[in-house]
């Protein structure tokens, strides 16, 4: 098992208006990070990467991450 070098408080993904999906995610500790890397499935067995993210407090901080999946 492995450690991640962040805490995760916070994880959301819902529809919007315009029929996209509206994802947010918090974390806290963020410490060594190399980046966030966001994926979709429409089968729940394959994935495809759709964003990654730098993060924006690697240095043990807290953040808010977005993302509109089109």
Known sequence: MSVLP???TAISAQANAQQNID???RVDNELNMDHY???R???GGS???IA???PVAPNGGAAVYYHTDI
């Open 6 to 8: 962040v805490d995760f």
């Open 23 to 25: 994802v947010e995610w």
């Open 41 to 43: 499935s429409s089968d």
């Open 52 to 54: 990654n993210y730098t």
């Open 37 to 39: 890397e966001l994926e």
């Open 47 to 49: 994935f495809q990467t």
